[in-house]
Nanobody, 125 residues
Framework: QVQLVESGGGLVQAGDSLRLSCAAS????????MGWFRQAPGKEREFVAT????????YYADSVRGRFTISRDSAKKMVYVQMNSLKPEDTAIYYC??????????????????WGQGTQVTVSS
């Protein structure tokens, strides 16, 4: 069993930056593909970014590519997403997730086994 705890959310203005963190405990961290999803009010949860088991391999949603950067620190069992040039449409609850399934860069919710409780990000215009 893996426990995931997100932190770092908050209220920022458009154009600002924010870094979200996700602390993992339990399980073997190196075995998991880690990802970030988000859910805006009234919308379905959507994929944001994923970091494969292979160091340096990442994949992003089109809406955040070039602005967000996902990273992981295996020694600390941490996953981060650096969010730059934030827009009001980035407002959402952001969730960290871990996948034990076969895909190297999973983008669908069902591909992830464990989820954090989420952290709120609000971007004002």
């Amino acid at each position: 069993q893996v426990q995931l705890v997100e932190s770092g959310g908050g209220l920022v203005q458009a154009g600002d930056s924010l870094r979200l963190s996700c602390a993992a405990s339990g399980g073997t961290f190196s075995s998991y593909v880690m990802g970030w999803f988000r859910q805006a009010p009234g919308k379905e949860r959507e994929f944001v970014a994923t970091f494969s088991r292979t160091v340096g391999t990442t994949y992003y949603a089109d809406s955040v590519r070039g602005r967000f950067t996902i990273s992981r620190d295996s020694a600390k069992k941490m996953v981060y997403v650096q969010m730059n040039s934030l827009k009001p449409e980035d407002t959402a609850i952001y969730y960290c997730a871990a996948s034990l399934r076969g895909a190297d860069l999973p983008t669908r919710q069902y591909e992830y086994n464990f989820w954090g409780q989420g952290t709120q990000v609000t971007v004002s215009s």
